[in-house]
């Protein structure tokens, strides 16, 4: 493998997880205070509003940041063309989507109260959709470092613009969303200053190509199934059970997306790699990702295991007895991570490899099993039925994602990586089984001594993902130096 290649992927990565572990930790500070001052039920609304308006966002990206992030690093010269193209054709889908979504909350009888909730959870996904646009470039030029220091900072705004409205007394739920709405805003306006400073010339103008949504609908197509297919049994939970089931699968569905962070950052920088190595070599796209998919597991486990023997504790502790019902909600989706941080690096490996459309396929298939195990398994058993149903297309997923890269790439190895990390994470959860009574901190210490230690015993941890870590430190490589 190429050793300047892996340097800039190994700071991005760094940067990612380092800035992602302190957004991380803000953030969950951030959910603890939410589901505390807002209580069960009005956390389940918060919940839904996300969920609900999630469905808009998806038909403003219409697959485009994928193509974009993909299509750019592949030439950085079609920067300030896609720039303004794709630009001008999301002002239009967001005002076609915002009549649409206008309709929407005024054809089902919502309290007005949630209307206004609804309406700022609208304006927070639109601003999204362009600051995520807006970071597809960064992403295409490899500086996914300034990506990861700037959503530290948006997760920063948000938990200083809830204390503040916590000591003003004006926490509720609209006003948590309009605060949400303001410190998007602020983070998606830094994008373009960044970009027109230091990557694509200044020049903007108004040229809609519509050419480019049939070049991104299976990007597109792919993303809204997936989507849906991953926000179905939060409306379907929330119609079904109640705001105070959809709170107490709030807790555990943030907790385990939260602790994804490596995953996500890692699928994150490997993209326009994978999207490289493509065109340039199949040998070294199959070497990366088996030592990618080797790393992630060996992030993943311990949080996942972790959490599924501390579940009582970190509720308990985090967010209060009130809470205790989420438990068995919580351990699933914990015990579902293991799933999903895998399925997610497949499915961003093969689009970066052109099979979006076999991404759509599946994900289209899930869509259909994720709602006929929602609705079957939340009528009989709530918020964990939820979970159940989720866990179970996760699993899907991966299956299907691993059958169709075993096909494409001969010869991949993938789940032969996870026996030693598993072993090493199941000697630490009998760890701390046996020292449960001992307060969470420190079982989170002991948790993690014990894992790298089991995996260091078992060779989990080579001597050349050693060196390999301690040459990245010692030669920083410029990204822009060596494009």
Known sequence: MNLVSNRR???NVMYLNFSAIAAKVLGFATSILLARQ???????????????????????????NILNSRDVARSHGDAPRYFNEIGSLKLIITSVLFAVFLFTIYAIPYPQLMRTALMFGFLY??????????????????????????????????LLFLLAATYLKIFNLVSVMALYALAIFL????????????????????????????ESYVFALGGIAGS????T???VLKFMSGDAATGYYGIGLSFVIGLMFLGLSLSSAMYPVFSRLFKESREELKGYFEKSVETLYKMTVPFCVGGIVLAKKIILLFYGVSYLPAQSSFEILMLAGLLLAPGNFMATFLQATNRQGSVLKVNFIGIAVNLALSVTLIYY???????????????????????????????VKMYSYLFKPVFAGLVMAAVLLSLLKLNVFILLFIGITVYLSVLVLVKGISREEYNFVKSCWRYKADVLEHP
């Not at 470092?145 to 530290?152: A, G, Q, R, V, Y």
């Not at 709530?382 to 001969?410: E, M, N, Q």
Request: net charge positive; glycine share 6%; hydrophobic share 55%.
């Open 381 to 411: 058993f709530s918020h964990t039925g939820a979970a159940v149903a989720r866990a179970a297309t996760f699993l899907y997923l991966a299956v299907c994602y691993w059958f169709i890269i075993r096909k494409d790439v001969p010869g």
């Open 233 to 235: 049994d939060v409306v």
């Open 125 to 158: 996904i639109a601003i999204k959709s362009f600051g995520v646009f807006f970071g597809s470039f960064l992403t295409a030029f490899e500086r996914l470092d300034i990506n990861s220091i700037l959503d530290f900072c948006f997760t920063l705004t948000v």
């Open 38 to 64: 807002l209580g069960e039920t009005q956390f389940g609304q918060y919940m839904f509003i996300f969920s609900f308006t999630s469905y808009f966002l998806l038909f403003n990206d219409l697959g485009l």
């Open 187 to 214: 983070w998606a306006g830094a994008f373009p200053v960044i970009l027109f400073r230091r990557f694509i010339p200044f020049k903007l103008y108004f040229k809609p190509d519509f050419s480019l949504v049939k």
């Open 9 to 11: 992927i190994f700071k």
């Open 228 to 231: 849906v297919m991953m926000q």
